[in-house]
């Protein structure tokens, strides 16, 4: 999950207070972004013919029996016009907590891939493992010695996934369901070609010192494959804004609030400048919604709680976003500014515990520069942004997967960059923007 705070971590994602590669032969899309017809004269390609969803099956990976254990159904609705999703249905995980191989044949007509996974309750999801076509490794699941403070930090923020971390395709465990794009960084082509993944299955303990270790949790996952099959570019997302009457906010007063309106400003501006329109906006009240104001979460992780019944309200069309005044997580809540459960959340699914992020209301009194900072941000992570650089206070240099956000100090002229109080400019990268483009979610 993706928290905000004054200083900001990962361990899904929250923040505290405080050029992508031509295409070539073997690739089918290197990003939405600075990408231009060759010319010639020869004219539009004509389109290809429809995804044959063979292409996309189980390799050593084994479908579960009847009689197995399945994870609780969750809300999938058919994804709109430009994806296609294939259902996997119940796949089992073995001894080791990982599946066998799952198979995608990547040819022109597969523009990007995004693999959902759904476990039981309180568990953790994960590709573990991406290998490209060349034999490449994308996601590594290879044992990393925790021996250097890089390697430290990355096993807590990433929940005991070190290798899937530090790897080129970085991704993270997700609680219950999680949304894994293939590669995560528009830096990595999807080249032609057939791609070889495994997913994952995991509790997790934390001992003395909050350090995490994943358990294998051999039960049947559910799987489906997003594939995109309309070619990245400028797109929009629908945003749905949820109210629980925090700072004074009904969704009414929301609309007529000119801070609010500028906080949403500042995040249309934000990702229109990166060719993602947000304009699409509904409002609402959240039932009951005053027994929310304040967020309860589980510790040590800071999810979970209150988050699946606010997060339940979502819609299955669109970005949620959810207005809470605060959060309480022990000594870590009162600074939260804001949490998403992904990165990336999971697209269309409603009544998950990634269905849409959450953001602490009371901020737009108190600050509401920073307010709409994190909004954005958040919004950033949920379509699949990592923070350009983690909390350098532990003596650790750990920084995206997306070459042209820079190191320090370059990190902090951008939206992602871990410290609210800290950000020097709001702007998007047009790495990060392709990122976005090629994505699930941001569609024609």
């Not at 609705?77 to 044949?105: F, H, N, Q, R």
């Not at 947000?278 to 589980?298: E, F, I, K, N, Q």
């Not at 209150?306 to 309480?328: C, K, S």
Request: charged content about 20%; hydrophobic content about 45%.
């Amino acid at each position: 999950m993706v928290r905000s705070v004054v200083a900001a971590a990962l361990g899904g994602a929250w923040m505290l207070l405080g050029a992508c590669a031509a295409p070539d032969d073997g690739v089918v899309d290197a990003g939405g972004v600075g990408t231009a017809d060759a010319g010639g004269g020869a004219g539009p390609p004509p389109p290809p013919a429809p995804l044959d969803p063979t292409q996309v099956r189980l390799g050593t990976a084994v479908a579960a029996t009847a009689d197995a254990p399945r994870p609780a159904p969750a809300e999938m609705p058919a994804p709109p016009e430009g994806v296609v999703m294939v259902d996997l249905g119940p796949v089992v995980v073995g001894e080791d907590g990982a599946s066998g191989t799952i198979l995608v044949d990547v040819d022109l007509r597969i523009r990007g891939l995004t693999v959902v996974v759904l476990g039981q309750p309180d568990a953790q999801v994960m590709l573990t493992r991406a290998e490209a076509p060349d034999g490449s490794v994308i996601v590594d699941d290879a044992p990393v010695a925790v021996d250097v403070p890089a390697r430290a930090q990355a096993t807590t923020l990433s929940r005991g996934f070190p290798a899937q971390f530090l790897s080129p395709g970085r991704v993270l465990p997700a609680r219950r369901i999680g949304a894994f794009p293939v590669p995560s960084t528009a830096d990595l082509p999807l080249a032609k070609g057939t791609w070889a993944l495994r997913v994952g299955h995991f509790t997790l303990t934390w001992d003395e010192a909050q350090r995490p270790t994943p358990t294998p949790l051999p039960l049947p996952v559910r799987v489906w494959v997003l594939v995109r099959t309309v070619a990245p570019g400028p797109g929009g997302v629908g945003l749905a804004l949820h109210f629980t009457g925090a700072g004074g906010l009904t969704a009414d007063a929301a609309a007529r609030s000119p801070a609010f309106q500028d906080a949403l400003a500042l995040t249309r501006d934000v990702y229109g400048g990166v060719g993602v329109d947000l304009d699409d906006v509904v409002y609402g009240d959240v039932a009951d919604g005053a027994a929310l104001r304040t967020l309860v979460l589980d510790e040590p992780t800071c999810d979970g709680g209150d988050l699946d019944e606010i997060v339940a309200r979502g819609r299955p069309d669109r970005l949620n976003v959810f207005f809470v005044d605060r959060f309480e997580c022990g000594s870590v809540g009162p600074f939260l500014l804001g949490l998403s459960p992904g990165v990336p959340g999971v697209p269309w699914a409603s009544a998950t515990p990634s269905a849409g992020v959450v953001v602490a209301g009371a901020w737009l009194t108190n600050d509401p520069d920073r307010f709409a900072v994190t909004l954005a941000h958040e919004i950033g992570h949920w379509l699949g942004l990592f923070h350009t650089q983690e909390n350098d206070r532990f003596g650790a240099a750990l920084y995206d997967n997306v070459a042209d956000t820079g190191e320090a100090p370059a990190a902090r002229e951008n939206l992602m960059f871990f410290d609210v109080s800290r950000i020097r400019d709001r702007a998007l990268s047009a790495g990060q923007a392709a990122t976005l483009q090629r994505g699930a979610v941001v569609l024609p």
